[in-house]
């Protein structure tokens, strides 16, 4: 366990190594959502993610300790990069375990900051147990959230938002590990009792909500997920111990809330945050959580380290949730002039034609129709209707993709 003094000592240990990030108020969410809507932006922290904190934390607060061989972790991502930063900071080597299948961006970031990368391991898990025999060699083993030093670097982020709204009335996090939540729920409530704390996790792997519906860890099935960044099939112990005391409560959000909310952050606030970053915006955006006028919320937008083919996806998956792309198959007499007229129709509803394709193939069309399956961008659910409704009417057959 943790106390306040822990997190406070953290903070005047790290702050010359990392950076006191943004809070910024969001008109427009605070007009979409009710509420008044503050962004804790750690995607623009070093290394793109809240996790370089704790690792600084750790590895300042024990460096008489640490052998000359230094520190080996185990990370896909963000907690990889903190240490290899923390470990260069610190005049220490780096060894960092990464699963095989890793992003190439991911690798040579974690380098870039002085790591030494080994792929071994299909999974995370996997790559955990790497790390635990590497430590075995003379170097210390830095869990990425079950340590107190850990818990309390994460925790710094709550007396930031406090120092910069001090009147603030809930927070909202992403929770894989737990050891964000749980740093910050000791911060915030010993500050501010009454705050109000919500987790958020992603559907596909809830071993918090889980934890907290049974009393006790548990681990959930493997899972994928775009926020890959908080796919842990099992709480830390340590930190459950401080959620379930703490934490007001706990909700999932769905994939394609996920890639919406990503979309959103991007279009509104010009801000790129990973799938874990997202998800307080997604539980908004799914109406997992409902914000009362005047209540004064900060999402905790915890990292920004997105691949860019993901990227691409997302975005494209985000286009089509939204209503903004429109897929659509229409049948067709596939005589000269019966695409034009078709396309006409669509110019004539303001729709842009991303792709087109004529299909002849296809065994449940009259050998005299084709299928011409149509790709448009339209501005919303609205007029994706409006299209679909003038089509019918034209007396088209249409099946949706």
Sequence with gaps: MIELSDIQTAANRIQKHILATPLVFSQAFSQMFGGDVYLKMENLQKTGSFKARGAMNLILALRDQIPENGVVAASAGNHAQGVALAARQAGLPATIVMPVGSSISKQEATRNYGGQVLLEGQTVSESLLVARKLANDGRMF?????????????????????????????????????????????????????????????????????????????????ATSIADGIVVRQTGAGPFAIIHGRVDELVVVEEDQIAAAILLLMERKKNVAEGAGAVALAALLGNAISLKPGEKTVLLISGGNLDSPLLGRIIRKGLIQSGRIMRVNVMLPDVPGALARLLNQVADHKANVLHIHHNRSRRDFPVNMTAVELELETRGEGHAAEIESALRDAGYTLMFC
């Design 142 to 222: 830095i869990h990425p959230f079950d340590d107190p030093l850990i818990m309390a670097g994460q925790g710094t982020v709550a007396l930031e938002i406090l120092q910069t709204l001090p009147d603030v009335n809930r927070v909202m996090i992403p929770v894989g590990g737990g050891g964000l939540i749980a740093g910050m729920a000791v911060a915030l409530k010993a500050l501010k009792p009454a705050i109000t704390i919500t987790g958020v996790q992603a559907a596909v792997c809830p071993s918090a909500v889980e934890a907290m519906r049974k009393g006790r860890v548990v681990e959930v099935p493997a």
